[in-house]
């Protein structure tokens, strides 16, 4: 883990200067797409190693997003002009909407962020950092999960694909597990229940789209189509969003299996990535892909040894999302070990 922890350090103040930091103030919520590769880098290596300095730096990134928040109203060029706070993207395609994806994208790793000042009583017991959970968490359940679902859930929460509804899955369950608000718990849990078992406006959930693998039966395929099962399947660059997010279901013990997440170990280990320097770029195992796991086919790691042995000799997306995920993993295999 060492070792992990001194590449994350060779490159964290570069990515810090560069990317992150310009990000967390840009106004932007285009650019809060890649930011949200700094926060959970932080988060997964501050649960790796205990060291608080980066815990702080992810939630520099997110207070500082939160501190640049405007009305919508006063947002030029926004469709909503409504009284929830929010950010304008600069991306061309969408320049000064709001748009969900991009909050989504990077909030559930803020309320994963939040969850582990909940859950670490040294953390959650000193007055600086639930100040800012408190703080961040109402913004969280307001400004994020309540702006969205009241501007429409079917457009906004149950999105049209599997990978854009694992981020409001994935946060929902965050809240759900951290709201001392009963109505929004129950409503939480109805939105976490409905993307896994039974979506209101499609015809499937993400139970029902993964299914046994057409050419490999210890694996996992799934369309990112709803109600789609034939091939080619999920691309694996956005699948990396469904995979990280039943991987933090299952660690809290919610919906997704052990023998989910083993299936889906096999489908990277088999499938996707069948020898070195070979990639897929769908589920299925068709198509040439880049080999980018970082943010979500990565965390299978923490539970296969072996795996986590070829995911570090992997070399594509060294960065400090890869260096905390791969430390965390090593962390999360030594405990499991010890038990």
């Given at each position: ?19 992150f930091l310009p990000a967390s103030n840009s ?313």
């Open positions: 883990m060492a070792d992990w922890e001194e590449e994350f350090l060779s490159h964290w103040d570069v990515e810090h200067a560069e990317s106004r932007d919520s285009w650019q809060f797409y890649s930011l949200a590769y700094g926060i959970d880098g932080n988060t997964s290596m501050y649960r790796a190693t205990g060291k608080v300095q980066y815990l702080d730096r992810a939630l520099l990134y997110v207070d500082n997003m939160v501190n640049t928040a405007r009305d919508s109203w006063s947002l030029e060029g926004s469709q909503f002009d409504d009284v929830y706070k929010g950010w304008s993207s600069g991306q061309p395609e969408t320049l000064g909407e709001e748009v969900p994806l991009f909050e989504s994208y990077c909030w559930r790793y803020v309320t994963r962020l939040l969850r582990v000042i909940r859950e670490t009583p040294a953390l959650y017991d000193n007055a600086r950092y639930r100040r800012q959970y408190e703080q961040l968490l109402e913004f969280s359940e307001k400004e994020i999960f309540e702006k969205w679902f009241q501007r429409g859930a079917d457009a906004h929460i149950y999105r049209e694909n599997t990978h854009m509804a694992s981020h409001w899955a994935s946060i929902a369950m965050d809240l759900s597990l951290m709201t001392s608000d009963a109505a929004r718990k129950e409503r939480y849990r109805e939105v976490f229940n409905l993307i896994n078992r039974g979506l209101p406006n499609h015809p499937s959930s993400l139970r029902e789209q993964l299914g046994t693998h057409p050419t490999n039966a210890a694996a996992s395929f799934w369309s990112d189509e709803w109600g789609v099962h034939s091939g080619p399947g999920q691309d694996v660059s956005h699948g990396n969003a469904v995979v990280g997010y039943i991987v933090e279901a299952h660690e809290a013990g919610m919906e997704w299996t052990d023998e989910d997440v083993r299936t889906l170990l096999v489908t990277l280990d088999s499938v996707i990535w069948p020898s070195d320097g070979q990639y897929a770029q769908f589920v299925d195992g068709s198509g040439k892909g880049d080999g980018w796991f970082n943010d979500g086919f990565m965390k299978l790691g923490r539970y296969d040894a072996k795996l986590q042995l070829r995911l570090e000799t992997h070399m594509v997306g060294w960065n400090t999302q890869f260096f905390g995920n791969a430390a965390l993993n090593v962390r999360l295999l030594s405990e499991r070990s010890a038990h």
